[in-house]
């Protein structure tokens, strides 16, 4: 399961960023995914793989919020 929720978020986000690119819509696009994906709290079953991929989904918009306000004091 923890494989399933992996890949979905894997594809979630890459889906995000390949529309906005790494910009602060694709980063807040990103974080809101994994803001509701994460509501399947105590999860088992299938809803592990939701809660898994907004995990994922919320770690991945952190490192994009990251790497923008790094460039935007090393600019």
């Not at 592990?48 to 991929?53: G, K, M, N, P, Y």
């Not at 790497?67 to 090393?74: C, E, G, P, S």
Request: glycine content about 14%; aromatic content about 8%.
């Amino acid at each position: 399961m923890k494989i399933f929720g992996a890949a979905l978020a894997i594809l979630l986000v890459g889906i995000a960023y390949s529309i906005w690119g790494l910009t602060w819509p694709g980063v807040i696009a990103a974080g809101v995914i994994g803001i509701v994906l994460s509501q399947a709290m105590h999860a088992t079953g299938w809803r592990e793989v939701l809660t898994i991929a907004g995990t994922v989904c919320l770690i991945a918009a952190g490192l994009g919020a990251s790497l923008l306000l790094l460039q935007m004091f090393v600019s």
